[in-house]
């Protein structure tokens, strides 16, 4: 079974571009998270996707952050426009909707953003 | 207030000894889940282990175990039998809630771990 993956790997843009980030979740997974890590930051939340609503966008910085989950199955995020403070590693993670389960997040191997 | 501490920015440790990696949390929810990952170098969070919060003893998975001290609210990673393979960045981190809520996840700072041939 194919695990999360995100592209680009890697993304190196200018201030003031836009950049959209993608995920493909694991199949069958209704759950799914963004999550970034600044650069010598911890690990901090973005968003949550159940299916392709939005449970909790609490960790959203601003509002040039813009995240999608159409049909439900594969999101992006898109930042418009990007400033020098979002560089960083843009995870994404997927989890089963389970009663009672551990919800183990399976993460993808994240997006290195780096903007000039 | 930090919710997740991971006290050990970087630790060493011989190949074939045994190694535990420090993990402290704060919460007043009465359920809750405990998470290590590990993050090699090429970028891929790994999921390691997992305790929950009503788990009665500390939960084992090969090589790892956690040290759960509810009193004390610390979680630490215990690796036994440590191989080159293991040098990698160590996440700590918690859900609030119960089981299945499906939340976000709290992370820690992280520990680097080098083990030393």
């Known amino acids: 079974e194919a695990g999360v993956t995100q592209f680009p790997s890697h993304s190196v843009i200018e201030k003031g571009q836009t950049v959209t980030l993608r995920c493909d979740p694991i199949?069958?997974?209704?759950?799914l998270y963004w999550y970034r890590r600044v650069m010598g930051k911890e690990i901090k939340f973005l968003l949550h996707?159940?299916?392709?609503?939005?449970?909790?966008e609490s960790g959203m910085p601003n509002n040039r952050f813009l995240a999608e989950r159409t049909g439900g199955t594969y999101s992006t995020l898109k930042v418009q426009p990007a400033e020098l403070e979002d560089s960083g590693v843009y995870f994404c993670?997927?989890?089963?909707?389970?009663?009672?389960?551990?919800?183990?997040?399976?993460f993808g191997p994240g997006t290195r953003l780096t903007v000039l | 207030a930090q919710k997740i501490t991971q006290t050990q920015p970087g630790m060493f440790v011989q190949e074939k000894e045994a190694v535990t990696l420090d993990c402290t949390y704060d919460?007043?929810?009465?359920?809750?889940?405990l998470f290590w990952y590990k993050q090699p170098s090429s970028g891929e969070m790994i999921f390691l282990i997992y305790?929950?919060?009503?788990?009665?003893q500390n939960a084992t998975e090969g090589r790892y175990s956690l040290n759960f001290q509810k009193a004390r609210k610390s979680a630490n990673l215990v690796i036994s039998a440590s191989q080159l393979g293991d040098s990698a960045m160590y996440f700590c981190?918690?859900?609030?809630?119960?089981?299945?809520?499906?939340?976000?996840?709290?992370f820690g700072s992280g520990t680097q771990l080098t083990v030393l041939p």
């Open positions: 993670a997927s989890s089963q909707q389970l009663a009672g389960g551990i919800d183990e997040q399976f």
């Open positions: 199949s069958g997974h209704d759950n």
């Open positions: 996707f159940v299916k392709e609503s939005k449970q909790d």
């Open positions: 919460t007043s929810d009465p359920s809750y889940g």
């Open positions: 305790q929950g919060s009503y788990d009665q």
């Open positions: 981190a918690m859900r609030e809630g119960p089981s299945g809520s499906a939340r976000q996840l709290t």
